[in-house]
């Protein structure tokens, strides 16, 4: 059975609404690489694309991976209350446009937010429900070959992500679920599942929950009309 085909089988009852799912990890933990893989697997999630005042990297393209936005015009988004969160990363300000969350959540569909700690912890404030997941490399050699491999940061800029990867490993435990990404298809996996069980908590299916009451209520008094 496929990916899908296993997911829809297991599907809850009702959806009425979609969820919302925050991927937080250590820069080049893999989250990118993840979140590409999910969005082309399955076709019930939706990636929010952040503004940044980061310049773009070679092959970043603005409106795919990020809005590049200027400070002014980031801080015109902050005071139009338009972002659902935002914060200040390395230097640079990265943030989360509100009405696209909002209208694919009303659609059903489970919206990922890739964002770092700060953010993670202001969304989960302000929205109990959604879920946190931390994405983390296996070792720290690994952690540090990655961001070298990657080619895009100069040598100062890795070193104040490492340091920043330290700072986030104090507040790991905010986190609901941790992944060990040591293998693309088996994290991709495993995060799906570990979304869609979420529908499957009683507090996700209190509409059906209603249902199945009203309907029993109906039942009983049907029986003692007869
Ligand atoms: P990068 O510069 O490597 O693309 O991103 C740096 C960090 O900012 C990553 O941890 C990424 O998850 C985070 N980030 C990206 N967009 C947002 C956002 O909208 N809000 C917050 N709080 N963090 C973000």
Redesign the pocket.
């Known amino acids: 059975m496929s990916n899908t085909e296993y997911i829809r089988e297991h599907r809850p009852f009702i959806r009425n609404r979609g969820m919302l799912v925050v991927?937080?990890?250590f820069?080049g933990a893999g989250?990118g690489t993840l979140m590409k893989r999910l969005m082309e697997d399955y076709d019930y999630y939706s990636l929010?694309v952040?503004?940044?005042t980061?310049k773009p990297?070679p092959g970043e393209v603005d409106g795919r991976?990020?809005f590049f936005v200027t400070k002014e015009q980031f801080f015109e988004m902050l005071k139009n209350d338009e972002l659902l969160?935002?914060?200040n990363?390395?230097d640079?300000f990265?943030?989360?446009p509100r009405s696209y969350v909002e209208q694919e959540m009303a659609k059903g569909k489970d919206v990922i937010?890739?964002?770092?700690m700060?953010?993670?912890l202001?969304i989960k404030a302000k929205f109990p429900e959604s879920v946190l997941v931390f994405i983390t490399p296996p070792s720290v050699e690994e952690l540090s070959d990655r961001l070298r491999k990657r080619g895009t940061e100069t040598e100062e800029t890795i070193l104040k992500r490492m340091a920043k990867a330290a700072q986030e490993a104090e507040g790991i435990e905010a986190y609901d679920y941790i992944l060990i990404n040591d293998n693309l298809d088996k994290t991709a996996k495993h995060l799906n599942y570990l979304i869609q069980d979420q529908h499957m908590r009683v507090r996700s299916q209190i509409a059906f929950v209603e249902k199945m009451r009203n309907d029993l209520r109906a039942y009983y008094t049907n029986l003692n009309s007869i």
């Open positions: 991927i937080s990890g820069s989250k929010s952040s503004a940044t980061r990297r991976d990020y969160e935002y914060a990363y390395v640079n990265y943030g989360t937010l890739e964002i770092e700060q953010g993670a202001k």
